[in-house]
């Protein structure tokens, strides 16, 4: 009887140090918790590890399980095994024989909550069979935190833009579907968007949609929306007011000026043009006159020379008998014969002075006021 315990207690170690040895050799590593729209889609990060070697797909059998329920399989290859609630929504996208053991969960419900562990099977390659290796990893396994709303966008963006300069604003989106990601669009027609994906470690992904445009005047104070849509179904926007420093602009100024000026410059262009062909018109003219005025003088001279020998030789004779007289008749009336012989000497020098200058107004003056007296 007492060797029947000291066998027993000796298997029962054997049992765990073979158990304990097993552990060690595979390793898993999951997310331990995770968002999860509801309506979307999520993916669970995972990976595996053995010290067996590299063990080939076919020889790999990957299984999802509820934690507290090993068969109640979420993921199964066989499709007939999966629970009703999950058939047709989940998949794996990883590699077993890269040790890749991700999982997508696609249409997510509220009650999709978990957690959920992964199972790695060895099977025979012959009839795919499987073995009685068969590794749970139950203390590695994923909680799914669902959203009942979709995530707000992140925009980040300078506080003012510049008329005419190049704007840029980046909106960005955490999610946790990889394999469907965000779509993020804007309420402004630009060509110039940029759209990058990252991964952010812990499963969370990051989808930046980088938008450069140039604001004008008239987009003060307008509204930009970003706007991201989660599987083509699930839509959250985010919205922020555009302001717009505007450049100071001299147009105004500068082109009445520029009008101005240019007008002034014509206009002194035109009068000088004009000054030189009047001038040059009245010179013409001034030539013309003065060569009929020259023939005029010329014929003046002339009749002047005939008159002033015709006149001069009788003025002097008529002075002469004027004297003549006067001197005999000076004791009878002085005065009277005075004014005569003045007034004749005064006919005869207008008559004089309408002959040298018969265009001048004054000589005709003189001679009207000599008949007057």
């Known amino acids: 009887m007492a060797k029947q315990k000291i066998m027993m207690g000796f298997c029962l170690l054997f049992a765990a140090i073979c158990s304990s040895v097993s552990s060690d050799e595979w390793k898993a590593t999951v997310v331990k918790r995770i968002d999860a729209l509801v309506g979307s889609c999520v993916v669970v990060p995972c990976s595996f590890s053995h010290t067996g070697g590299n063990l080939p797909s076919s020889r790999l059998r990957g299984i999802w399980h509820e934690k507290n329920d090993k068969k ?28 890749n053991c991700t999982l997508e969960i ?27 290796d068969k590794y749970s990893f139950v203390e590695d396994c994923v909680e799914l935190y669902m959203l009942t709303e979709p995530p707000k966008p992140t925009v980040i963006k300078p506080k003012t833009a510049t008329q005419g300069e190049a704007y840029t604003v980046t909106c960005s989106v955490i999610h946790t579907c990889p394999t469907h990601v965000p779509k993020l669009t804007w309420n402004l027609d630009s ?79 035109v009068c000088i043009f004009m000054t030189k062909k009047y001038k040059k018109r009245i010179e013409e003219l001034q030539s ?70 018969p265009w001048d107004f004054s000589c005709m003056f003189l001679v009207m006021m000599s008949s007057v007296h």
Not at 72 to 99: A, C, H, M, P, W
Not at 194 to 206: C, M, P, R, Y
């Open 191 to 269: 060509t110039k968007v940029i759209v990058h994906h990252k991964d952010i470690k812990h499963g969370n992904w990051e989808t930046q949609s980088i938008l450069t445009f140039i604001p004008e005047e008239k987009d003060d104070n307008s509204e930009i929306t970003c706007t991201a849509e989660f599987n083509g179904v699930l839509k959250s926007p985010e919205t922020f007011t555009l302001h717009v420093k505007r450049v100071e602009n001299y147009n105004h100024i500068i082109i009445p000026s520029v009008v101005g000026i240019g007008t002034t410059v014509a206009f002194v262009l």
């Open 72 to 99: 109640s399989n979420i993921y199964q290859e066989d499709n007939t095994l999966i629970k009703d609630s999950f058939k047709g929504r989940t998949r794996l996208v990883g590699e077993l024989g890269k040790n």
């Open 288 to 357: 013309r006159d003065g060569s009929m005025w020259n023939r005029l003088s010329r014929m003046s001279r002339r009749t002047l020379m005939k008159v002033m020998t015709t006149l001069i030789p009788q003025t002097s004779t008529s002075m002469e008998t004027s004297e003549k007289q006067t001197k005999k008749e000076e004791e009878k009336k002085p005065a009277i014969n005075v004014l005569i012989n003045l007034n004749k000497y005064k006919t005869n020098l207008c008559a004089l002075f309408m002959i040298t200058c």
């Open 106 to 132: 696609t249409e997510v419900k509220d009650h999709d909550n978990g957690p959920f562990c992964f199972r790695a099977e060895l099977v025979l390659t012959e009839n795919n069979d499987p073995t009685k």
